[in-house]
């Protein structure tokens, strides 16, 4: 089975956000670049999927974005272990609608038999490109998914998806499917120095967005008018005991702030 | 006029009030308003629908739609937005509402916007105002080569709206045949938990590492509960697996605007301040006076959160359930 994971190259958690004078979007010259923690435990379950079937099934990893500074994210796949590894290369940002048809086309060509993603990519915080790549590829899918298993005749998968208030929800789906993967889904393993010096040397196979037959009008939505969150007024800090802290705090609560 | 069509979201035979508040706020902002609900008996949300504002209400009523199933929920969604041709459709942000929505987007080839914490309408021009970076910026979004704009908005983040309530919505049935699907709802457990989830909570009180240990949760959860709050805990806290990911606050967790932050041992982290510094009101226990966290919080107390916290829910149940 050839098995895909599309993976997100996005600022490092530590980021301290800056915003472009325009406000077209964030300053990215200083930004660290890691691999999308959810993507994670995509590339992770795709690994030991592949592992668990041992029938010479593959695991390729597919990005979108600029491809000089994001082959990097498939560097690093590859050093996890991914076999195979796509760029489509876009110097633009895309929205998500676009973003999902390209890594669609591209899935549609190689004959993904299942796609793996996070569920969500910590930059833009869409939620929505393994829903759309479902939809575009007409497949079932399920997203913030927690356990996964594979049936015996590799037809059917079973999932538990989580839901509010702790609700697990377990659905069977046929595959070809896309599965969005959520944090405790597994436990992501680490690339040994062997591993990453041998990926450096692995062929990255190239697409554009031509070639995926993407225009303009695949793009449905656009961020603009970015901007600070505005600071927090300042706070103060309480003096006293333990029990004057606990006091003053509620009685502040009830009748400063007024929120109880 | 334009015309907003609201996803209704609903349990045990009631509307869940995060969708009730769109109802409202799309009445109130002059739109026509269309609820869609499904599973059986969907047709009895009628009443509740039309006092919030709703003069229709369109239903799918199919046992397969019992319990969300993203295939089913997703064509019998998208066969109503078609049949209807909205302006907008508005649903709440949640782990259904942004599932359905993207899908339903990809369905329709509409731009899908999530989180949304305001959202303007000028003729057919729908704009909202969503965080990314998990709350370290803000930005505009609008829709382009969409036939309608698919938002899907916070709980509680949009002013009250009310309305004079009206009589019960027109119910229409939607019917479609969904015997075809790829995929199967096996089981649904409901969790134990009969607090509200961490995104549609009014207030929180989360745990940091200062806790110690998993044993001395008690502690935060009596706190939580004097205060009818519910429980959120940090990062090093859940990879420690002293708590559940579904209870992590920050960047890879749960964003969070709640009236009232309680963070009890919490050191503040980037990505820990990102995904709560829109509480209204923050209050930080720590010992260390030097930690970020008091730089967000309104109210900083300084000093052992085993002395603190417990004085603490003896205050708020004096004050509360005398």
Known sequence: MKIFVCVKQVPDTETKIKIKSDGSGIETQDVKWIMNPYDEFAVEEALKTRDKLADGSTVTALTLGPKARCTEVLRTALALGCDNAIVIDSTETLDTSATARALSEALKKEDAGLIFLGKQAIDDDCSQVPQLIAAHLELPHASVVVKFELSADKSKATVERESEGGTKEILELSLPCVIGANKGLNTPRFASLPNIMKAKKKEIAELNLAQLGISETDTKTRHYEFQLPPPRPAGRTLEGSAADLASQVVKLLREEAKVI | ?322
């Open chain 2, 1 to 322: 006029m334009a015309k907003a069509l609201v996803f209704v979201e609903h349990k045990n035979g009631k509307i869940k009030s995060s969708s009730l508040e769109l109802l409202r706020f799309a009445k109130s902002g002059g739109l026509e308003v269309v609820a869609v609900a499904f599973g059986p008996q969907a047709s009895s949300l009628a009443a509740e629908a039309g006092q919030n504002g709703a003069a229709n209400l369109v239903v799918t009523e199919s046992a397969e739609l019992q319990n969300y199933n993203p295939e089913g929920y997703g064509k019998a969604f998208s066969e109503i937005i078609k049949n209807q041709n909205p302006t907008c459709v508005l649903g709440s942000s949640s782990v259904l509402g942004k599932d359905l929505f993207a899908r339903v987007g990809g369905l329709l080839k509409c731009g899908v916007a999530t989180d949304c914490v305001a959202v303007t309408f000028e003729g057919n021009n729908v704009k909202a105002r969503r965080p990314l970076y998990s709350g370290k910026a803000t930005a505009s979004i609008e829709f382009k080569n969409s036939s309608t704009a698919l938002v899907l908005v916070r709980p509680n983040v949009l002013e009250p709206r009310t309305v004079t309530p009206g009589g019960p919505a027109t119910v229409t049935q939607s019917a479609l045949q969904l015997s075809s699907l790829k995929t199967l709802v096996k089981q649904v457990v409901q969790g134990t938990s009969n607090k509200l989830d961490l995104s549609e909570a009014n207030i929180i009180v989360s745990a940091g590492r200062g806790i110690k240990g998993p044993e001395n949760f008690k502690v935060i959860e009596e706190l939580a509960a004097s205060l009818g709050a519910s429980v959120g805990a940090s990062r090093a806290v859940v990879d420690a697996g002293w708590a559940p990911h579904s209870m992590q606050v920050g960047q890879t967790g749960k964003t969070v605007s709640p009236t009232l932050y309680i963070a009890i041992g919490i050191s503040g982290a980037i990505q820990h301040l990102a995904g709560m510094s829109s509480s209204k009101v923050i209050v930080a226990v720590n010992k260390d006076k030097e930690a970020p966290i008091f730089q967000k919080a309104t109210y900083g107390l300084v000093g052992d959160l085993f002395e603190i916290v417990p004085l603490m829910t003896q205050e708020f149940k004096k004050l509360l359930h005398s």
